[in-house]
C-alpha cells in the first residue's frame, strides 16, 4: 500500500513540475495553520500532557497543496505535525496524499492515502480552526489516538444524490490498510496494559458513511460502519484482532447563527493474544459513548457553546469504577480577531478516567475527577 | 421624545439594511441553464454543500474577498459571518475534499471571470457593469 502512497506522491509532484508557466502555477494553492494550546488540569494530567504544571504541550501544524488539473480531477497532499506531551515528538506525517477524480455528482473516485469519513466529525477533526473547541468529544474523536484513525492507504468512491427539494443522499465507501501508529495514545494503551508490540500492528479498513440532507434547511442525519482488523507480533507472542465494528449514528443541525450535533458510537473489539506455548487469551471492549453539543454565534467574531460526553465499556465489569467510564461537561468560546487568528478558551469537568488518562504520566495513580482549563491561539490560511 | 428618537434611528438602520440588500445581484455565466435560485439553493452553493440547482444546471461558486456585496451578501442572503463561511470551505480543504473557489479582490475581476467560465456563480452590486453575465433572479 505504500506503493499506492508514493504513487500518489508521484503523481501530485508530476502535476506541480508540470504547471510550469505562471498561469497554471496560480491554479495551485496552499493552504496551513498551526495552533498552540495551553493546558491546566487538576489532580490527574491528562492526553499525555504534563498539563497538573500547566503546560504548552500541545502544538499542531499542518500543510497542503492542491492542484484541481482538469473539471474533473484534482491532487493533492498535506503535511501534518504535532506534538501532545508525550505523543507524536517531532513526527511529520502524510495526513493525506491522494487522486480525486470525479466523474459526475453522483460519483467520484479518491485513491492513496484518503482521509476516514466517518461519523460527522473524523475526517475533519485536526482541522482546529474549524472548531469552536479546543478538545472534540475525547470518547469518540480521541485526539490522543488520531494519528490512527484519521487516514487509510486505499480508495474511496463518494457522491452526491439530489433528490428534489432540499433532500440529498451524500455517501462514502471505502477499502483500504492502516498500520498503528506508533507515537499515539493507542500504542501507549496497549503498552500498559502489557501487550508489546514487535513492530506495529496492521489490518484492514473497509467502511461507509451515508448521510441524508433532509427537506429541512440545516438538518443532516447519518451513519457510519467502520469495520477494522489487526494483526502482528508481539515480543514474546502474537496478536490477532478479528473483524472489529465502529457503528455511529448522527444529527446535526447548522442554520444561520446556531449549530447543534449528537452523536452515538459503539466500539466492539476482540483482542487475542497469543504468548508463545501459552493458551491465546482475548480480551474484549464494548465502548459506548455518546455526545450532544450546540453553539451560537453571537457576534461575526464571537461564537460560545457547550457540550456533554459519555462513555462506558460495557464490558468492563464494574460501571462504577472510574477506569471504566468517562463524562465530561464543557464550555467553551472562540473569538476571531480576523480571517486567520483566533483564540479559543474551554473548560471541562471530567469524572472518570475511561479515555484519555495514561499511567505513565500519572505514576501515583489516578483520580476519579479531573478539572480542567485550555487556551489555544491558532493562526490559519 | 427619547421614544422618536429611537424609532428613527432603527427605521434608518431598517433602510440602510435594505439598501443593502438591494445591491446584491446574483450573476452567472451565460451557458448557466437557470433563470432563478433561491436563498436555500444560495447557501447550498456557496457553502459548498452542493455545485448543482435545483435544474440540474451545475455551478462554481466565485467569492469576493471584501467590499459592500461581499458584506451584504454574507449578512442579508447567506446569513453568515466571512469567517463561517471561510471556515466551511477550509474544512472541505483540509479534509481534501474540495478547493477554495477562485476569490477576487475586485468584483470587475470576479465578472470577468465569470464571463469566461462555464458553469461560473457570483454576486455584485447591481451597479457594477456585467456585460456579458447572466443574472438570475433571487426568489
Not at chain 1, 45 to 55: E, P, Y
Request: aromatic letters at 12%; hydrophobic letters at 40%; one cysteine or more.
Amino acid at each position: 500500500m505504500q506503493k499506492c502512497v508514493l504513487s500518489v506522491l508521484v503523481l501530485a509532484g508530476a502535476s506541480l513540475a508540470a504547471a510550469q508557466s505562471a498561469d497554471e502555477f496560480s491554479k495551485l494553492q496552499f493552504h496551513g495553520f498551526a495552533t498552540q494550546a495551553l493546558v491546566a488540569t487538576s489532580h490527574n494530567n491528562f492526553l499525555g500532557i504534563d498539563s497538573r504544571n500547566v503546560s504548552a504541550g500541545w502544538t499542531e501544524a499542518a500543510l497542503n497543496v492542491n492542484d484541481e488539473v482538469t473539471d474533473k480531477l484534482r491532487v493533492g497532499l498535506q503535511l501534518h505535525y504535532m506534538r501532545l506531551g508525550m505523543f507524536g515528538g517531532d513526527n511529520v506525517s502524510v495526513d493525506w496524499a491522494m487522486g480525486d477524480y470525479r466523474f459526475r455528482p453522483e460519483l467520484g473516485v479518491r485513491a492513496g492515502r484518503v482521509k476516514i469519513r466517518w461519523g460527522l466529525y473524523n475526517d475533519t477533526q485536526d482541522y482546529d480552526p474549524g472548531y469552536m473547541w479546543s478538545l472534540l468529544p475525547e470518547p469518540i474523536y480521541a485526539v490522543d489516538w488520531r494519528a490512527t484513525d484519521l487516514s487509510q492507504n486505499g480508495a474511496e468512491v463518494y457522491g452526491r444524490i439530489e433528490m428534489g427539494g432540499r433532500n440529498a443522499l451524500q455517501y462514502s465507501v471505502y477499502y483500504g490498510g492502516y498500520t498503528m501508529a506508533t507515537t499515539d495514545g493507542l500504542m501507549e494503551s496497549y503498552k500498559e496494559d502489557g501487550v508489546n508490540f514487535a513492530a506495529p500492528p496492521s489490518g484492514k479498513t473497509p467502511g461507509f458513511d451515508l448521510r441524508w440532507a433532509t427537506p429541512v434547511e440545516g438538518l443532516t442525519v447519518g451513519g457510519s460502519l467502520m469495520i477494522y482488523t489487526a494483526s502482528g507480533n508481539l515480543q514474546n507472542g502474537t496478536y490477532n484482532q478479528p473483524a472489529s465494528y465502529w457503528p455511529a449514528y448522527y444529527a446535526q443541525y447548522k442554520y444561520k447563527k446556531v449549530f447543534a450535533s449528537g452523536q452515538y458510537a459503539r466500539n466492539i473489539e476482540y483482542d487475542v493474544i497469543t504468548v508463545t506455548a501459552q493458551a491465546p487469551e482475548v480480551d474484549a471492549t464494548d465502548g459506548r459513548a455518546w455526545f450532544a453539543m450546540g453553539g451560537y454565534h453571537f457576534t461575526s467574531r464571537l461564537q460560545a457553546g457547550a457540550y456533554y460526553t459519555h462513555y462506558l465499556n460495557a464490558q468492563g465489569g464494574d460501571n462504577s469504577d472510574p477506569a471504566n467510564y468517562f463524562r465530561d461537561s464543557v464550555a467553551s468560546a472562540r473569538f476571531d480577531f480576523s480571517e486567520n487568528i483566533y483564540l479559543k478558551m474551554e473548560g471541562h469537568v471530567m469524572k472518570g478516567n475511561g479515555v484519555g488518562f495514561y499511567d505513565a504520566d500519572n505514576p501515583n495513580g489516578l483520580a476519579s475527577r479531573t478539572d480542567a482549563l485550555m487556551a489555544k491561539l491558532g493562526f490559519t490560511f | 421624545m427619547k421614544i422618536s428618537k429611537v424609532v428613527l434611528l432603527t427605521a434608518a438602520l431598517m433602510l440602510c439594511t435594505a439598501h443593502l440588500r438591494a445591491q446584491v445581484t446574483i450573476i452567472a455565466n451565460p451557458g448557466v441553464s437557470a433563470s432563478s435560485i433561491s436563498k436555500s439553493e444560495l447557501r447550498s452553493v456557496f457553502t459548498g454543500e452542493s455545485l448543482r440547482l435545483k435544474d440540474g444546471s451545475h455551478v462554481k461558486p466565485v467569492l469576493l474577498k471584501e467590499g459592500t456585496a461581499h458584506a451584504a451578501f454574507l449578512s442579508g442572503d447567506l446569513s453568515m459571518s466571512a469567517v463561517s463561511l471561510l471556515v466551511c470551505w477550509r474544512q472541505k480543504v483540509f479534509s481534501g475534499e474540495a478547493v477554495m473557489p477562485p476569490t477576487f479582490s475586485s468584483e470587475a475581476e470576479a465578472v470577468a471571470y465569470i464571463v469566461k467560465t462555464p458553469g461560473a456563480i457570483g454576486y455584485i452590486t447591481a451597479t457594477t457593469p456585467h456585460e456579458g453575465v447572466k443574472v438570475l433572479v433571487l426568489k
